[in-house]
């Protein structure tokens, strides 16, 4: 027997032995099945066929030594993934992008590679792999052509893609124009690096396909700049105090009606203003405005309950847009919040949840 193809046969089956992968939702009782002599080999089964040419393009190109070239391409993929992987190429040169058949993780630790194949559902088979550490599901798409059997088409499953553009958008990150630091090397050795950038972690792009972008909002990260026109966060906290049901009229007649609010990015001098109105018992209304140059605002609109004269709880939103933070996305608050005037010793409530995951915003409304 070949023993190149002997070696196939007892990695895939090993590596469907030795694993408990979790397969896409719907899929079908899977079968491991055992390495055919050649995935030309028409005697053989689709299913054997299929896992054998998939274990062979992770062991030998994916996460092997050998070049996937045209020839490999033209083994492996239909025309119409050929073309993708060639598209999906972003070195100089013509080559072919075979890191689409992992995450972007790539070359981390020991024990990455793949762990088993798996048939999901009918022409459809999963590739288990542990890239840098991390367990991924691939879906093979294989179709027959001219009576042989190649990948068609494969997904990743478990790469975070942003829902607006589902990852179709390349950009290079604004902080770092794709360096992966905020600063280069700076010694005579070239050892001080200086700091990964927080928007692309290091890897150059803001976006890239849905692999490349950090999508959580937090500290310093934004999701993806190209289609995301603002963030916005459920605000986690929320008081367990007791409101006053009703307000006394002295409380009352100092909340209700116009305030100078600010947002102190836009100015501490020249205030905005905020409208509270009387809703019902013990509920008032509260919306309000500040502009700024260049498009700033600071925009409130939601509803207020009452704890005592210095302590206000305020459900709604709380938008906050500044040119220069977040790259000048709009930055939205959602949910219930406190303004509080600490000791009764200011002049105005301020806003307590501050964080906007890369500063401070101070949001006050006077008193």
């Given amino acids: ?27 079908t009782p899977a079968e491991l099945a055992p390495a055919p002599a050649s ?68 070359d981390g630790q020991a024990g990455d590679g793949l762990k088993g194949v798996l048939k999901t559902a009918d022409m459809v088979f999963t590739a288990v792999i542990v890239d840098n550490g991390v367990k ?54 070239g050892e ?44 986690p906290q929320a008081t367990n105090q007791q409101f006053l049901a009703p307000v006394g009229a002295d409380i009352e007649n100092r909340l209700v009606g116009n305030h100078g609010v600010r947002l102190q990015w836009i100015s501490d001098k020249n205030l905005g203003n905020v409208n509270i109105e009387k809703e019902a018992v013990g509920v008032y209304t509260c919306v309000g405005r500040q502009q700024g140059e260049e498009g700033d605002y600071l925009y409130i609109d939601g509803k207020l309950k009452v704890v005592n004269l210095y302590h206000l709880v305020f459900q709604g939103t709380i938008t906050c847009h500044i040119s ?12 219930i919040m406190d303004f509080v005037n600490k000791n009764g010793a200011r002049k105005f409530w ?7 995951g890369d500063c401070t915003d101070y949001v006050d409304i006077f008193m």
């Fill in 1 to 27: 027997m070949n023993y190149r193809i002997a070696a196939l046969l007892l990695l895939a089956t090993l590596a469907g032995c030795n694993t408990q992968p979790t397969v896409t939702p719907n899929a």
């Fill in 39 to 106: 995935h030309t080999d028409a005697a053989r089964n689709d299913s054997a066929i299929s896992v054998a040419l998939i274990t062979e393009l992770y062991n030998d190109y994916v996460f092997g030594r050998k070049e996937f070239d045209k020839v490999a391409a033209d083994y492996f993929c239909t025309e119409h993934l050929a073309e993708k992987l060639k598209a999906d190429y972003d070195y100089d040169g013509e080559g072919y992008a075979v890191w689409d058949f992992r995450s972007d993780a790539q």
């Fill in 136 to 189: 991924l599901n691939v879906d093979f798409f294989m179709v027959k052509d001219k009576g042989i059997l190649k990948i068609d088409d494969v997904e990743v499953i478990g790469v975070q893609k942003c829902n607006l553009c589902n990852g179709t958008k390349e950009v290079t990150c604004p902080t770092c124009k794709g360096e992966g630091f905020f600063s280069t090397p700076n010694d005579a050795q």
């Fill in 192 to 235: 001080d690096w200086g700091q990964a950038c927080f928007d692309c972690g290091g890897r150059g792009y803001g976006h890239r396909n849905g692999n490349d972008a950090t999508l959580t909002v937090g500290k310093g990260h934004i999701p993806c700049p190209a289609c995301v026109t603002e963030i916005v966060v459920d605000v």
């Fill in 324 to 335: 220069h933070i977040h790259k000048g996305k709009p930055y939205v608050r959602k949910g």
């Fill in 350 to 356: 301020r806003l307590q949840q501050m964080d906007n």
